[in-house]
């Protein structure tokens, strides 16, 4: 009697005894929460390795991000903002370092697979949890297959100025195409390169975290060397004129002044995705308490560095009004300012190489995110399996591939990238309330653990004002799809997540 009645009192929390499990009213189920505790006594024993040290962990956040926005992107952005992109850059880097101090938080306080997932089910409850994995997973998936389809374009431009031959139109063109908001159906066409690339990074995180972690090692520094390779050469055509007039003056287009720039960091945001990737590797990093936070703030300074740079040499190299429906843009520039067809081989060549480590963390992301929710028994057993000898989830991979394979080949990369930034914003959103919440339970945390600055509630708070200033200058229509999505998820969460949950078992 002693122990249920202590459990009752400890309700909201999800506390279960041995033998005594915990009968809940539905909204105790809605806003119950997984102690760190259990987090971090989970992390270790259910098969995935501690494997992973600083610097690997790092560049798995910098291969999540550096090349997403800038290599495709642009081509988004600019006819958006103008010039003035590099203030789109600034602000999403602004919000995300925001946002970064309070990761870097969470992840030594809750140092598991998940993320955002995992934060928010250890501070504002399992409803909210599984909100924020749908946005995670929204924002990983559609991640994946937007930068495998931005892939197809440089491969080709590789093949062409390598061998003077192109893939044809219809095997390298969506099914499915965006044109002033309406859906255009090309039945006979198919992207197959995408699908191509998906398949080729499904076979390298099968074979587990740390060859995987090694690989995407090596293509994250050919990938910094070949920006910096394009800055050199892009600023031999450095031209001031190109960024007058700094904002964009088309009224007709919807975005002008600090619209323009507003909107053009939605579109870029989701560059931003790596910080949340460190922190979905968690579970299989060595001292997660320190590693985890320096990663964190080591992959933002790099990023933001090489954005800043690349952003500033592709305008001062040419003129705003050519970036809109250019393809492979990047290799264009360096073929126009020089005259010559081999920067941009060398270029696209590295582009090929290097955005392959965009989309194998991606993929990684969303596989551990998946992970930690299984495991929570919110979604089915089948993605919490991890195979014996590699110690990888494979069944959980294949499926993902298979989602972000199909996605990639049938539909235009139009249709992806505001949905990421809003997955990503409202995943950011939610840690950052998680932080005070966090401090209010825990307390000022162990001695040596990273905290955010300034108390809990500033840098949180601003963190929040800025996600929702980025977010309020997206399109309606990914307002409309973003919340049909959060439809599913909430249906899907009463129909099977409530009554799966382990937290509705005795311990």
């Given at each position: 009697m002693k122990r249920a009645a202590e459990c009752d009192n400890r309700a909201a929390t999800g506390c279960a005894t041995k033998g005594h499990a915990v009968n809940l009213t539905l909204g105790q189920k809605l806003i119950r929460t997984k102690q760190a505790e259990r987090h971090h006594d989970e992390a270790?024993?259910?098969?995935?390795?501690?494997?992973?040290?600083?610097?690997?962990?790092t560049m798995i956040g910098v291969g999540a991000t550096i090349g997403t926005g800038i290599f495709f992107t642009m081509v988004e952005a600019v006819p958006k903002a103008g010039p003035a992109v590099i203030l789109s850059f600034l602000l999403a880097a602004l919000t995300a370092g925001l946002t970064a101090l309070c990761y870097a938080e969470l992840a030594g306080r809750v140092p598991a697979a998940g993320s955002s997932y995992s934060f928010a089910y250890a501070t504002v409850g399992e409803f909210a949890a599984f909100i924020v994995a749908a946005c995670l997973l929204l924002e990983y998936?559609?991640?994946?297959?937007?930068?495998?389809?931005?892939?197809?374009?440089?491969?080709n431009n590789f093949l062409s100025n390598a061998f003077g031959w192109e893939i044809p139109a219809h095997l390298r063109s969506p099914m499915f195409e965006s044109s002033h908001h309406n859906i255009q159906f090309n039945p006979g066409n198919f992207n197959l390169p995408p699908v191509i690339l998906v398949a080729m990074c499904c076979l390298l995180l099968v074979r587990g975290t740390k060859e995987s972690a090694t690989t995407n090692t090596i293509m994250v520094l050919v990938k910094l060397a070949i920006l910096i390779f394009f800055a050199v050469i892009a600023f031999t055509g450095f031209d001031a004129a190109n960024f007058t007039p700094f904002f964009s003056p088309d009224p007709d287009s919807g975005y002008v002044g600090m619209a323009g720039v507003t909107a053009a960091a939605?579109?870029?945001?989701?560059?931003?995705?790596?910080?949340?990737?460190?922190?979905?590797?968690?579970?299989?990093?060595?001292?997660?308490?320190?590693?985890?936070?320096?990663?964190?703030?080591?992959?933002?300074?790099?990023?933001?560095?090489?954005y800043m740079l690349v952003a500033v040499a592709a305008m001062g190299a040419q003129p705003a009004r050519m970036f809109a429906g250019q393809e492979a843009g990047l290799s264009v520039i360096l073929q126009n300012v020089t005259g010559q067809a081999w920067p941009a081989l060398v270029l696209s060549l590295g582009a090929v190489v290097s955005v392959f480590s965009v989309t194998l963390v991606t993929i990684y992301g969303q596989?551990?995110?998946?992970?930690?929710?299984?495991?929570?028994?919110l979604i089915p057993k089948t993605f919490q399996k991890v195979n014996k000898r590699t110690l990888a989830p494979v069944s959980n991979t294949v499926i993902v591939c298979l989602v972000v394979g199909t996605v990639a080949g049938l539909v235009d990369s139009g249709f992806l990238w505001d949905m990421v930034s809003m997955g990503t914003l409202t995943a950011f959103i939610v840690v950052s309330i998680a932080v005070p919440v966090i401090r209010a339970k825990q307390g000022p945390g162990e001695p040596g653990n990273f905290r955010v600055p300034f108390g809990p509630y500033v840098i949180p708070g601003l963190s929040v004002l800025a996600c929702l200033y980025i977010m309020k200058d997206l399109s309606p229509a990914t307002f409309r799809v973003f919340f049909i999505w959060i439809g599913v998820a909430v249906a899907t969460y009463f129909l099977y997540s409530v009554r799966h949950s382990r937290l509705n078992k005795a311990q």
């Open positions: 270790g024993s259910g098969g995935l390795q501690r494997s992973l040290s600083l610097f690997p962990l998936g559609l991640a994946g297959s937007a930068v495998a389809i931005g892939w197809s374009d440089y491969l939605g579109t870029v945001f989701f560059s931003f995705i790596g910080l949340d990737t460190i922190a979905t590797a968690g579970e299989e990093t060595n001292n997660p308490r320190r590693n985890v936070p320096i990663g964190i703030l080591a992959a933002l300074l790099i990023v933001t560095a090489f596989t551990r995110i998946l992970y930690a929710i299984s495991r929570d028994g």
